[in-house]
């Protein structure tokens, strides 16, 4: 029998403080489909589940000097919201694609990166989007880029006694534009075998004056391809460029074979996702 407390505060305040009363006892859920999994396949054994789904606060999608999305926001809000659609497209690719329906209206950005597992399908888009992860504690806020959000499989560097506030992405301009795919065995609910995020700023005349590639269960933490983004800078628009970055992409990448795929095969998949997510990227500008 798996026995816990429940908590549920309404404010942050009671959160700090009941983290600092209960310690290394008591583990954050949030939206909960993958706290409740790792509890009930005993990875993990809270004496205490301090639950932040009080903290309506935290539920939100804004555009004001940049856009801002708070870390208790769901994937249904994101995949409904047409700022994100229109704006920020691969994490609503992303968001779109978490689990089914159900599962969305519950599962939280900010638990799906602070869960930090390397098949994370928002870590990708939020990579390619620069975005910045806000943290607060007892001794206030902190901001942290991403990519240096995560150290290693289901690690971050999110303190003991922190809560994970929001994202804030810079805004884009309108000749920028991003895709993700999430590659998996069927289109139902399940873990990517592989994920690729691309985003493209294209000038006058087709040139890609900047590239972002980010790319999932392609390392032990999600990673940014710079090698293949530093290749595709100042380049025209051309499907061959597009091919060699795709290779330039797939040997940065350090996957390993798993119960759902070889190595190998991921690295093939990450040839042929990132031309076409760039290629879609580039599509979405031009129809603007």
């Known amino acids: 029998m798996i026995d816990y407390d429940y908590i549920k505060p309404s404010t942050l305040k009671e959160v700090f403080t009941l983290l600092k009363e209960y310690g290394p006892k008591a583990t954050l859920i949030a939206g909960g489909t993958d706290v409740m999994l790792n509890i009930r396949n005993r ?9 932040l789904r009080g903290l309506n606060d935290l539920r939100y999608i804004r555009k004001n000097d940049g856009y801002h999305i708070g870390a208790l926001t769901t994937h249904r809000m994101v995949e409904q919201s047409d700022v994100v659609r229109t704006e920020l497209s691969a994490l609503h690719d992303a968001a779109s694609q978490v689990g089914s329906v159900q599962i969305r209206n519950v599962a939280t950005v900010g638990g799906n990166i602070c869960n930090a597992a390397p098949s994370a399908d928002t870590a990708g ?50 000749h920028f534009a991003s895709a993700y ?48 983004e530093e290749f595709l800078r100042g380049k025209l628009w051309d499907r061959e460029v597009l091919a060699e970055a795709g290779r330039i992409a797939s040997s940065e990448a350090s996957p390993r074979d798993s119960l759902r795929s070889t190595a190998w095969y991921r690295r093939d998949m990450i ?3 990132v031309p076409r997510m760039a290629a879609l990227a580039a599509e979405r500008i031009r129809n603007r």
């Open 181 to 228: 795919w999430k590659h998996a065995r069927r289109r139902a609910m399940d873990l990517p075998l592989l994920g690729v995020a691309v985003g493209l700023t294209l000038s006058e005349g087709d040139e890609i004056s900047g590239a972002r590639i980010g790319l999932t269960v392609a390392a032990p933490v999600p990673i940014r391809a710079f090698k293949a």
């Open 125 to 174: 888009p939020l990579l390619v989007l620069d975005a910045t992860a806000v943290l607060e504690g007892p001794g206030g806020r902190r901001r942290v880029p991403i990519a240096d959000f995560f150290t290693g499989p289901s690690t971050t560097v999110r303190k003991a006694d922190e809560v994970l506030i929001e994202f804030h992405i810079p805004e884009k301009s309108k």
């Open 43 to 51: 990875e993990v054994s809270p004496d205490i589940l301090i639950s």
């Open 271 to 273: 040839e042929v996702f």
